[in-house]
């Protein structure tokens, strides 16, 4: 990629961090990373920062599908990535669209717990979505919340990625797991598991792994990516990250990671 010529076009149907490290904020950092134009649907307002959210102002879902479609009516949107819903509402506005085919290559990441623990989703909300998604990317928190089973290790990870899938996405990586030194994710595609490794980066500069994980797919999915090689980016842009932010200091709590350091080939 030589830099030349128009950027494709990827939205963010998500909540909005005030603390700068996840939700919108970190996707739209990751698609300018990743040379992707990013647009984005704002589905709720979060004062949080790297101790905790301190609270929550969810959008009437109407607002939501508004900013959807003013973005659809004039920019050809070639993936989208949605995160915290925020409401029945906002999910409903959302599924619509899906089913209408205006939100292609849909990566869902079902956003239920802030990195601090505090509660940003319900799960019939995300539930409505995911029979929409092309990928579906939990972490283990978030697996074993849909599951209604407490997922752990890499085999109750396969496990709720299978059992995910069943629910009507086509693909499904729950995200999170360590073993034998490694970051291990785990991908249910076609009934099919795969492991995918990398090595463990020790830090608590984790804020907004997840966001800028699925953002980062829908990024490369943008650029005409098949799907094991936009999460094979996606993967390298994470860990990258960590490693960036390993010995920063911004803010007292987990902070966020390294969304700069990132030169596209």
Same mark, same amino acid.
């Given at each position: ?56 102002? %969810? ?25 915290? !819903?925020?409401?029945?509402? #906002?999910?409903?506005? #959302? ?50 919340? !849909? ?6 290790? %890499? ?28 970051? #291990? ?81």
């Amino acid at each position: 990629m030589n830099g030349v010529g128009t950027p494709p076009v990827a939205m963010t149907i998500a909540g909005s961090d005030s603390g700068g490290g996840a939700g919108i904020q970190a996707d739209l950092k990751t698609f300018a990373a990743l040379r992707v134009f990013g647009t984005s649907a704002i589905t709720a307002i979060t004062a949080q920062n790297t101790r905790g959210v301190l609270d929550v102002h %969810p959008l009437p879902g109407a607002v939501v599908g508004a900013q959807i479609d003013a973005v659809h009516d004039d920019m050809q949107v070639a993936a989208v990535k949605v995160g915290m !819903l925020g409401g029945d509402g #906002v999910a409903a506005e #959302v599924a619509a669209r899906a089913r209408d085919g205006l939100l292609p290559q849909l990566v869902l990441d079902p956003v239920l717990y802030a990195t601090s623990g505090h509660r940003l989703g319900a799960l019939a909300v995300v539930e409505r979505v995911l029979p929409f998604a092309l990928l579906v990317t939990p972490n283990r928190d978030e697996a074993s919340a !849909l599951v209604g089973a407490p997922v752990r290790g %890499p085999d109750e990870m396969a496990a709720a990625a299978r059992e995910i899938a069943s629910g009507g996405a086509r693909h499904v990586v729950v995200t999170g797991g360590e073993a034998d030194g490694h970051a #291990v994710d785990v991908l249910c595609s076609g009934g099919e598991i795969r492991f995918l490794r990398s090595p463990w980066v020790r830090t608590d500069n984790d804020h907004g792994t997840g966001c800028t994980f699925s953002a980062a797919v829908a990024a490369r999915l943008a650029h005409g990516d098949d799907l094991a090689a936009a999460l094979a980016v996606a993967k390298k842009y994470v860990a990258t990250g960590l490693r960036g932010a390993r010995d920063w200091k911004v803010g007292a709590g987990r902070g966020p990671i390294d969304h700069f350091g990132w030169s596209v080939s």
